[in-house]
Protein backbone atom coordinates (compact mmCIF):
# COMPACT_ATOMS: atom_id res chain seq x y z
CA UNK A 1 0.00 0.00 0.00
CA UNK A 2 1.41 3.85 -0.39
CA UNK A 3 2.69 5.14 2.25
CA UNK A 4 4.45 8.46 2.94
CA UNK A 5 6.26 9.02 6.24
CA UNK A 6 7.72 12.47 6.61
CA UNK A 7 11.01 13.21 8.87
CA UNK A 8 13.69 16.11 10.10
CA UNK A 9 11.26 18.22 11.98
CA UNK A 10 11.94 20.09 15.36
CA UNK A 11 12.83 22.85 16.34
CA UNK A 12 15.20 25.49 14.93
CA UNK A 13 16.35 28.96 15.99
CA UNK A 14 14.98 32.15 13.35
CA UNK A 15 17.47 32.20 10.37
CA UNK A 16 18.23 28.48 10.93
CA UNK A 17 18.09 25.51 8.63
CA UNK A 18 16.17 22.53 8.54
CA UNK A 19 15.98 19.54 6.61
CA UNK A 20 12.60 17.29 5.85
CA UNK A 21 12.73 13.98 4.57
CA UNK A 22 9.55 12.53 2.79
CA UNK A 23 9.70 8.23 2.33
CA UNK A 24 7.68 6.77 0.11
CA UNK A 25 6.50 3.21 -0.54
CA UNK A 26 4.38 1.37 -2.55
CA UNK A 27 4.01 2.84 -5.89
CA UNK A 28 6.76 3.90 -8.60
CA UNK A 29 7.67 7.23 -7.33
CA UNK A 30 9.53 7.86 -10.18
CA UNK A 31 6.65 8.42 -11.90
CA UNK A 32 4.61 11.04 -9.63
CA UNK A 33 5.47 14.67 -9.37
CA UNK A 34 5.25 15.69 -5.44
CA UNK A 35 4.40 18.35 -3.14
CA UNK A 36 5.09 19.76 -0.06
CA UNK A 37 1.96 21.78 1.88
CA UNK A 38 1.79 23.17 5.45
CA UNK A 39 -0.26 24.53 8.04
CA UNK A 40 0.58 26.35 11.04
CA UNK A 41 -0.87 25.72 14.39
CA UNK A 42 -4.64 26.76 14.17
CA UNK A 43 -4.50 27.82 11.03
CA UNK A 44 -5.73 26.34 7.19
CA UNK A 45 -3.51 24.58 4.66
CA UNK A 46 -0.42 26.31 2.75
CA UNK A 47 0.92 25.07 -0.12
CA UNK A 48 4.54 24.81 -0.24
CA UNK A 49 6.55 23.57 -3.55
CA UNK A 50 6.26 21.21 -5.88
CA UNK A 51 8.73 18.82 -7.87
CA UNK A 52 8.03 17.08 -10.74
CA UNK A 53 8.53 13.24 -11.40
CA UNK A 54 12.00 13.35 -12.50
CA UNK A 55 13.01 16.46 -10.47
CA UNK A 56 13.28 18.78 -13.70
CA UNK A 57 11.12 21.31 -12.58
CA UNK A 58 9.95 23.10 -9.40
CA UNK A 59 7.60 25.41 -8.46
CA UNK A 60 7.36 27.44 -4.99
CA UNK A 61 4.62 29.91 -3.06
CA UNK A 62 5.77 32.87 -2.70
CA UNK A 63 6.41 33.03 1.05
CA UNK A 64 8.93 30.32 0.60
CA UNK A 65 10.91 31.07 -2.77
CA UNK A 66 14.49 31.78 -2.62
CA UNK A 67 14.53 30.33 0.94
CA UNK A 68 13.03 26.34 0.67
CA UNK A 69 14.45 23.66 -1.90
CA UNK A 70 11.85 20.92 -3.22
CA UNK A 71 14.25 17.76 -4.38
CA UNK A 72 14.40 14.38 -5.08
CA UNK A 73 16.60 10.97 -5.15
CA UNK A 74 14.32 8.38 -6.91
CA UNK A 75 16.89 6.21 -6.61
CA UNK A 76 15.74 6.63 -2.80
CA UNK A 77 12.36 6.57 -3.13
CA UNK A 78 13.08 9.92 -0.77
CA UNK A 79 11.25 13.57 -0.81
CA UNK A 80 13.24 16.57 0.45
CA UNK A 81 12.43 20.14 1.42
CA UNK A 82 15.40 22.65 2.13
CA UNK A 83 14.85 25.26 4.62
CA UNK A 84 17.14 27.96 5.21
CA UNK A 85 16.60 31.55 7.13
CA UNK A 86 13.55 30.05 8.76
CA UNK A 87 11.46 32.24 10.19
CA UNK A 88 8.58 32.17 13.01
CA UNK A 89 6.02 32.65 10.28
CA UNK A 90 7.52 28.92 9.41
CA UNK A 91 6.12 27.30 12.12
CA UNK A 92 3.94 24.40 10.82
CA UNK A 93 3.70 20.88 10.38
CA UNK A 94 4.55 20.06 6.81
CA UNK A 95 2.85 17.23 5.07
CA UNK A 96 4.27 15.47 1.70
CA UNK A 97 1.59 14.23 -0.84
CA UNK A 98 1.49 12.60 -3.76
CA UNK A 99 -0.28 14.19 -6.75
CA UNK A 100 -2.10 12.18 -9.42
CA UNK A 101 -4.68 13.19 -11.78
CA UNK A 102 -3.53 17.57 -10.28
CA UNK A 103 -4.80 16.46 -6.82
CA UNK A 104 -3.09 15.20 -3.87
CA UNK A 105 -4.14 11.43 -3.49
CA UNK A 106 -2.00 9.99 -0.78
CA UNK A 107 -0.43 12.29 1.97
CA UNK A 108 2.03 11.52 4.77
CA UNK A 109 1.11 12.07 8.77
CA UNK A 110 3.17 15.43 8.99
CA UNK A 111 6.30 16.60 10.60
CA UNK A 112 6.10 19.36 12.86
CA UNK A 113 8.71 22.55 12.74
CA UNK A 114 8.62 25.16 15.05
CA UNK A 115 11.20 27.84 14.60
CA UNK A 116 11.42 30.03 18.01
CA UNK A 117 12.85 33.97 18.35
CA UNK B 1 -1.55 33.91 -8.43
CA UNK B 2 -5.10 32.15 -8.46
CA UNK B 3 -6.49 32.90 -5.04
CA UNK B 4 -9.28 31.01 -3.50
CA UNK B 5 -12.53 32.36 -0.92
CA UNK B 6 -14.72 29.57 0.50
CA UNK B 7 -17.97 30.07 1.85
CA UNK B 8 -18.89 30.01 4.53
CA UNK B 9 -16.53 30.06 6.76
CA UNK B 10 -18.51 27.89 9.29
CA UNK B 11 -21.81 25.85 9.41
CA UNK B 12 -23.55 24.13 12.31
CA UNK B 13 -25.74 21.90 11.04
CA UNK B 14 -27.54 18.62 12.43
CA UNK B 15 -26.74 14.73 11.36
CA UNK B 16 -28.79 14.24 8.34
CA UNK B 17 -29.13 17.86 7.34
CA UNK B 18 -27.90 18.83 3.49
CA UNK B 19 -25.23 20.60 3.22
CA UNK B 20 -23.62 22.82 0.54
CA UNK B 21 -19.81 24.46 0.88
CA UNK B 22 -19.25 27.49 -1.99
CA UNK B 23 -15.64 27.80 -3.52
CA UNK B 24 -14.68 30.48 -5.66
CA UNK B 25 -11.48 31.22 -7.90
CA UNK B 26 -9.80 34.51 -8.66
CA UNK B 27 -9.77 33.41 -12.52
CA UNK B 28 -11.05 30.43 -14.71
CA UNK B 29 -9.79 27.17 -13.56
CA UNK B 30 -11.82 25.31 -15.66
CA UNK B 31 -12.30 21.93 -13.74
CA UNK B 32 -9.09 21.48 -11.82
CA UNK B 33 -10.47 21.84 -8.41
CA UNK B 34 -9.88 19.42 -5.58
CA UNK B 35 -11.37 19.44 -2.31
CA UNK B 36 -10.15 18.00 0.91
CA UNK B 37 -11.11 17.15 4.78
CA UNK B 38 -9.24 17.40 7.30
CA UNK B 39 -9.84 16.25 11.38
CA UNK B 40 -7.93 17.57 14.06
CA UNK B 41 -4.69 16.47 13.94
CA UNK B 42 -4.80 14.60 10.78
CA UNK B 43 -3.79 14.85 7.94
CA UNK B 44 -6.07 15.77 4.82
CA UNK B 45 -8.37 13.30 3.09
CA UNK B 46 -8.95 13.80 -0.72
CA UNK B 47 -12.51 14.05 -1.37
CA UNK B 48 -12.79 15.12 -4.77
CA UNK B 49 -10.79 15.73 -7.96
CA UNK B 50 -11.36 17.56 -10.91
CA UNK B 51 -14.54 19.42 -9.45
CA UNK B 52 -16.88 16.22 -9.49
CA UNK B 53 -14.74 12.93 -9.40
CA UNK B 54 -14.81 11.03 -6.45
CA UNK B 55 -11.96 9.51 -4.51
CA UNK B 56 -11.59 6.11 -4.41
CA UNK B 57 -13.43 4.84 -1.24
CA UNK B 58 -15.40 8.16 -0.53
CA UNK B 59 -19.08 7.87 0.03
CA UNK B 60 -21.59 8.77 -2.49
CA UNK B 61 -23.07 11.34 -0.45
CA UNK B 62 -20.53 13.51 -1.26
CA UNK B 63 -20.62 15.04 -4.94
CA UNK B 64 -19.01 18.21 -6.37
CA UNK B 65 -19.88 20.33 -9.18
CA UNK B 66 -18.93 23.57 -10.92
CA UNK B 67 -16.49 24.71 -13.77
CA UNK B 68 -14.88 28.04 -14.20
CA UNK B 69 -14.50 30.43 -10.98
CA UNK B 70 -17.58 28.43 -8.85
CA UNK B 71 -17.56 25.45 -7.21
CA UNK B 72 -19.46 23.64 -4.91
CA UNK B 73 -18.94 20.47 -2.36
CA UNK B 74 -22.51 19.04 -1.27
CA UNK B 75 -22.81 16.55 1.80
CA UNK B 76 -26.17 15.02 1.10
CA UNK B 77 -26.98 14.01 4.25
CA UNK B 78 -25.05 14.43 6.63
CA UNK B 79 -23.52 11.54 9.15
CA UNK B 80 -21.50 11.92 12.52
CA UNK B 81 -17.71 11.48 11.07
CA UNK B 82 -18.52 14.24 8.49
CA UNK B 83 -17.99 17.12 11.10
CA UNK B 84 -14.62 18.03 9.91
CA UNK B 85 -13.11 21.27 7.99
CA UNK B 86 -13.11 21.07 4.40
CA UNK B 87 -10.73 22.74 1.54
CA UNK B 88 -11.01 23.40 -1.94
CA UNK B 89 -7.76 23.98 -4.12
CA UNK B 90 -7.10 24.87 -7.48
CA UNK B 91 -4.59 22.77 -9.63
CA UNK B 92 -5.12 24.72 -12.81
CA UNK B 93 -1.49 26.79 -12.44
CA UNK B 94 1.55 24.87 -10.99
CA UNK B 95 1.01 26.75 -7.65
CA UNK B 96 -2.06 24.78 -5.99
CA UNK B 97 -3.30 27.10 -3.94
CA UNK B 98 -6.01 26.48 -1.32
CA UNK B 99 -9.04 28.00 -0.36
CA UNK B 100 -9.25 29.00 3.64
CA UNK B 101 -11.60 25.99 4.55
CA UNK B 102 -15.33 26.02 5.85
CA UNK B 103 -15.35 24.40 9.67
CA UNK B 104 -18.55 22.12 9.67
CA UNK B 105 -19.61 21.75 13.30
CA UNK B 106 -22.63 19.75 15.31
CA UNK B 107 -25.83 22.43 16.11
Known amino acids: QVQLVESGGGVVQTGGSLRLSCAAS????????MHWVRQAPGKGLEWVAV????????YYAASVKGRFIISRDNSKNTLYLQMDSLRVEDTAVYYC??????????WGQGTLVTVSS | DIQMTQSPSSLSASVGDRVTITCRASQSIRSYLNWYQQKPGKAPKPLIY???SLQSGVPSRFSGSGSGTDFTLTISSLEPEDFATYYCQQSYSALFTFGPGTKVDLK
Open chain 2, 50 to 52: AAS
Open chain 1, 51 to 58: VSYDGSDE
Open chain 1, 97 to 106: SREAGRSGDY
Open chain 1, 26 to 33: GFTFSSYA
